[in-house]
């Protein structure tokens, strides 16, 4: 199981970002999708989940802002970002915790690679 996130790049403070995550393999179903992102110096954290029957949850710092949410018969979550601000810079993780691939199903962190947002002031 992969997930690949794409859609990073540099934006200016104000604008609007979209981020895509494809989970690839024979999946069949995922559980709980997510982003998470973490800027130089400090830990990782939680930007905004999504369940698979919809229920989102937002870190309060991008509520109003960001939108999550999920295609699951293409196995994609996305992002769309809103009025970014230059404290949003980070390298933004795309999350799942429960994947069903193949003949086997199993609770695990499941994460991408990572890309880079950067908002400038």
């Known amino acids: 199981v992969q997930l690949v996130e794409s859609g990073g790049g540099l934006v200016q403070a104000g604008g609007t970002r979209g981020l895509s995550c494809a989970a690839s393999?024979?999946?069949?179903?995922?559980?709980?999708m997510g982003w998470y992102r973490q800027a130089p110096g400090k830990q990782r954290e939680l930007v905004a989940t999504i369940t698979s029957n919809g229920k989102t949850n937002y870190a309060d710092s991008v509520k109003g802002r960001f939108t999550i949410s999920r295609d699951n018969a293409k196995n994609t979550v996305y992002l769309q970002m809103n009025l970014l601000k230059p404290e949003d810079t980070a390298v933004y993780y795309c999350?799942?915790?429960?994947?069903?691939?193949?003949?086997?199903?199993?609770?695990?962190?499941?994460w991408g690679q990572g890309t880079q947002v950067t908002v400038s002031s």
């Open positions: 999350y799942a915790d429960y994947v069903c691939a193949g003949s086997a199903c199993a609770w695990d962190d499941y």
């Open positions: 393999g024979s999946i069949y179903s995922i559980g709980t």
